[in-house]
């Protein structure tokens, strides 16, 4: 089709995002663990909040997200003033790049990052960079390699997706001394409260005018459905961020939930708890049955199989067993699967049905 209507430079160069399968033909109720979903649903008292802010619906939403910002700084021992809440970490992250970077930029990441960082560059104008990993894990120095004069933003997934590994305060903090002041460091942490002892970087935010740290309430709170996330930066940072955002991007629903969510720390403690368990057991299991598999700091593994004949094969297996992991091809890694860290029957299931595959292979 011929169209007078051009998008913006790089726009046709996106390929649409690819989300965990949701289904299985034939089957009615699979057990997903393809999107890092939380096993245990959310807290109770987010329906509740829902139900109680659903009670006025005719009312525009708060447009300065006071109560969930406050909530959020008094948990994680921050300064309110410096978090942007949006509709999904997603959101924070495309803003991050709509702001600091555009056509003749460049947005660096690393061969195996988030696979929304490219969509984020293209849909700037800017020009995506990838840095090549070093056995799975972030490369600190082969990313300080690739900055140039034209480096807007960097990001980092840490712990990354899909590898679930992980860089540590030392290795983030030398990448930061190298990153220049007019280039931002965001440090993704959507998968951050399941690394032990890490605070997302929040003390680099503080500590420097170019990190940001972003989080979100998908993952640990069990809230993928409600698209909430945030990020910490300078006020300076926030002051931009705020003045490109929609006004109403955060739903009456959306803020309502998320502030109940982020009060109710038994059931955090709770998930983080049973997510280290059953992830040790999991890692465990897949090892004794042969699969290759790196630590992880996330709610997910990914399993490694002898070539990507095989995970495919697994994968159907899986399938058959009314499992649904992730394929991550398109990661980069098309020997490999990423298996969510499910609840202790779960994992059962999937160890189960894995090693029927490796006896039947
Ligand atoms: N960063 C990483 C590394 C992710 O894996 C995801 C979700 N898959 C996100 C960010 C975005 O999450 P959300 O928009 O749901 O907060």
Known sequence: MTTALRAQPGIMDIALYQGGASKIVGQTDPLKLS??????????VVAEAIREAATALHRYPSTDHTALRAAIADVHGLDAERIICGVGSDEVLTLLAMAFAGP????????????????????AGATPVVAPERDRRVDVDALIERITPATRLIYIANP????GTALDLPELTRLADAVPQDCLLVLDGAYAEFYDSYDGGA??????????????????????????????ATQHVIDVLNRIRGPFNMSVLALAGATAAMKDRGFVEMCLRENAQQRARLIGGLRQLGIACDESHANFVMARFADETTALAADAHLKAAGILVRLVKGYGFPE?????????VDVTRVLEALASFQEAS
Do not use: C, Q
């Open 104 to 123: 003749g930029d460049e947005v660096l990441y690393t061969e195996h990052g988030f696979s929304l960082y490219r969509i984020f560059a293209l849909s």
């Open 203 to 232: 003390a680099l935010v503080t500590a420097r005018e170019n990190v940001v740290m972003t989080r979100t309430f998908s993952k640990l709170y069990g809230l993928g459905g409600l698209r909430v996330g945030w990020g910490y």
């Open 160 to 163: 990354g997706n899909p590898t």
């Open 336 to 344: 490999a699967l990423r298996i969510t860290v499910g609840s202790a």
């Open 35 to 44: 999107s890092n979903e939380n096993p245990f649903g959310s807290s109770p």
